[in-house]
């Protein structure tokens, strides 16, 4: 996990021995063939009234979940978080966390890389940007041949950017 500037930050998570398959997360990583982004999150500090929206709007919406994680200092983060989807635009609809009172990662993590574009793509953008703008997601959707999370990173050593399939945690 690193820190990007702002409240943002990049993680990289795998499969981890141990967890069962009965997660969405470890079933998705245990599946995967090569590195990938699947899906990507946002902040939000009321889960409960975005949640609603989507609902509202037809989306797919999860229950609300409580998490937790150590940092490598040992500091307990506790999170909310909610994964909205639809069929058609999959990991493209991000999903939602609410860091509660908790020290936010992008504050307690390595410091020094530094986001310069962020932006999704799909062949059929103009349903996604009338998702987006419902949610509030101020992520650029452009039209794509294929859909795709694409990120651009920037470091003292070099300039990053990283594609994925933005195909979601389900099946």
């Known amino acids: 996990?690193?820190?990007?500037?702002?409240?943002?930050?990049?993680?990289?998570?795998?499969?981890?021995?141990?967890?069962?398959?009965?997660?969405?997360?470890?079933?998705?990583?245990?599946?995967?063939?090569?590195?990938?982004?699947?899906?990507?999150?946002?902040?939000?500090?009321?889960?409960?009234?975005?949640?609603?929206?989507?609902?509202?709007?037809?989306?797919?919406?999860?229950?609300?979940?409580?998490?937790?994680?150590?940092?490598?200092?040992?500091?307990?983060?506790?999170?909310?978080?909610?994964a909205i989807s639809d069929d058609t635009y999959k990991g493209l609809i991000p999903f939602f966390i609410d860091w509660g009172n908790s020290v936010h990662p992008s504050i307690t993590e390595t410091q020094g890389a530094r986001l310069t574009s962020f932006s999704v793509t799909h062949p059929q953008p103009e349903k996604l940007r009338a998702i987006y703008q419902q949610l509030d997601i101020r992520v650029p959707v452009l039209f794509g041949n294929k859909p795709a999370v694409i990120v651009d990173i920037e470091t003292d050593q070099a300039s990053i950017r990283l594609t994925g399939s933005g195909r979601g945690l389900g099946e």
């Open 1 to 82: 996990l690193f820190a990007l500037g702002g409240r943002q930050y990049f993680e990289v998570i795998g499969p981890q021995p141990g967890i069962g398959d009965e997660f969405a997360l470890a079933k998705a990583m245990a599946a995967l063939e090569e590195p990938d982004i699947l899906t990507y999150a946002i902040e939000t500090s009321n889960i409960e009234t975005l949640a609603a929206q989507a609902k509202a709007h037809g989306l797919q919406v999860s229950p609300i979940s409580d998490g937790s994680r150590r940092t490598l200092s040992g500091e307990l983060l506790e999170y909310r978080a909610v």
